[in-house]
């Protein structure tokens, strides 16, 4: 099949709509004009520091309106990011920089230490560090004037249910196709303009800047979420579309009191799990529509999108695929399921990953024809509608954020004194799901576990409880019996 070239995407912009505003931060506007000079300029930096053409550089950046021009830049000379996510621990992301064979990592004063611990340990790459580099001399860039749509553009590490994390390819064509497809469902007019509090180094942050040059459309951006701020943003900056997670919404919902959001407010993009009805109807009390999505990394952002009309009739369901994309789902004997049969959700489509950087097998077993495995179980009912039952089997979602027992396993069987372990989630008021954890072996003060576990993982990883039993209960192929966990946890009364 041909490939198909495209203009690249600021250039492009830049040429139609100039003068619009593309980016909002910490007070101020930037126009497309703007915005493309100064990742213009930047691209002519990175260049003069040694960054080529098809090299894979990580960035390490907080959500600021510099991270859009440097991630703008790369786009302009074609170099491919491996967006670090900026709340790992330093071993975490060293693990990512060597696997991705980064050439650079890209950063900022106030990721110091974790940066020279990167550098220190992955001899081959350097630091560039964003204040030394905008100080820095400047050659004029050679742009990429045109993309292919199969060209990698960025790189998102997503955490295995085993073993390591694996490099998401997601290419031009996939981000493209996404900002299509979102286009199609919630439609477009030229007054939009998305809220971004979600960290730009998830696919949920940087889709909405990509959105942003696509549609031509204003990112009004924040470093982090805060209700109060979001709410004066939305009237201030006449913000249409905003996306969240559950704990956000919540939030938001609450600090409303009796107020409403200014009618001009189109909809919150609610993803990260499904929501609670209580939080649906506590909205729908205030007159917010919240569109509930279904995606990953894997798919560059939503691939399936439940339109607020559908939220009570089809209460729990994520909805139907966006335009562009198709899902099915597999029965056990890997036919296609009956409605209302749950079975693992297939997904395809020009927004989904070709594969996995530096990982033919892991592509191989997880994509077969087009058709994604998403190892999550659900069903569709017989209109259409998707019902997602588990994440990823045994996948926690704390605050948005995915963690796998696998992972937190891992670190508690290094601990000399423990012998096995064993991780579930559960409900937690504030963030949705919170781990906790058993551990069989030594009897350990669970106050030193806990310290132990925060030296090698973020701290939203971090076991909220961790109770010792003597045998970690497992099947005859060795997986942990979880819901044989929940029946001890809820046993203790804890």
Request: a negative charge; glycine letters at 8%; proline letters at 4%.
């Amino acid at each position: 099949m041909e490939t198909q070239i495209m203009p690249n995407f600021l250039l492009k912009r830049f040429f139609l709509t100039p003068e619009r505003p593309a980016i909002h931060f910490s007070g101020k506007t930037y126009s497309f004009s703007e915005v493309y000079k100064r990742a213009y300029t930047i691209a002519g930096q990175l260049q003069a520091a040694g960054l080529r053409s098809g090299q894979y550089t990580g960035v390490l950046l907080r959500n600021h309106a510099d991270t859009a021009f440097i991630l703008m830049a790369l786009q302009l000379i074609n170099v491919k990011a491996v967006i670090l996510n900026n709340r790992l621990t330093a071993k975490e992301l060293i693990w990512q920089v060597n696997d991705s064979q980064s050439a650079y990592l890209l950063t900022e004063n106030a990721f110091e230490e974790v940066s020279q611990n990167i550098t220190d340990s992955a001899t081959a790459v350097s630091a560039i560090i964003k204040e030394n580099l905008f100080d820095s001399s400047y050659t004029d860039p050679e742009i990429v004037e045109e993309i292919s749509l199969d060209e990698v553009c960025t790189v998102m590490y997503t955490s295995g249910t085993t073993g390591n994390p694996k490099g998401v390819l997601q290419t031009y064509g996939n981000h493209w196709w996404s900002a299509i497809g979102s286009a199609l469902n919630l439609g477009l007019s030229e007054n939009d303009s998305w809220l971004c509090m979600v960290p730009l180094f998830h696919i949920s942050g940087y889709s909405i800047l990509m959105r942003s040059i696509i549609y031509g459309m204003k990112m009004v951006l924040f470093e982090s979420f805060d209700e109060k701020k979001a709410i004066e943003a939305i009237h201030s900056e006449k913000v249409t579309i905003m996306s969240v997670v559950s704990t956000m919404l919540t939030r938001i919902a609450d600090d409303l009191q009796d107020k409403k959001l200014p009618d001009y407010f189109r909809c919150m993009l609610l993803g990260g799990g499904p929501a609670a009805k209580t939080l649906l109807e506590v909205c729908r009390g205030k007159d917010i529509p919240v569109y509930q999505t279904y995606g990953m990394t894997e798919t560059s952002s939503q691939i399936v999108t439940l339109a607020p009309e559908y939220s009570f009739s089809k209460l729990g369901s994520a909805g139907k695929p966006l335009f562009p994309s198709q899902l099915y789902i597999a029965a056990a004997d890997g036919g296609i399921a009956k409605p209302e049969e749950a079975g693992e959700i297939l997904v395809k489509g020009p927004n989904v990953t070709k594969g996995y950087l530096n990982r033919e097998d892991e592509t191989v077993r997880k994509i077969n024809d087009g058709w994604l495995s998403t190892g999550d179980i659900g069903y569709m009912d017989s209109e259409g509608f998707l019902y997602v039952l588990d994440r990823r089997s045994d996948l926690i979602i704390s605050g948005g954020e995915n963690i796998y027992p696998a992972e937190i396993e891992g670190v508690l069987v290094s601990h000399p004194g423990i012998v096995d372990a064993g991780v579930i989630g559960v409900k937690d008021e504030v963030w949705g799901e919170v781990p906790v954890a058993f551990v069989a072996g030594d009897r350990l003060d669970k106050e030193e576990i806990i310290q132990y576990c925060l030296g090698k993982l973020a701290k939203y990883k971090v076991p909220k409880r961790v109770l010792h039993i003597d045998e970690i209960p497992r099947n005859a192929s060795k997986k942990i019996l979880r819901r044989k966990l929940r029946d001890l946890l809820e046993d203790s009364g804890k």
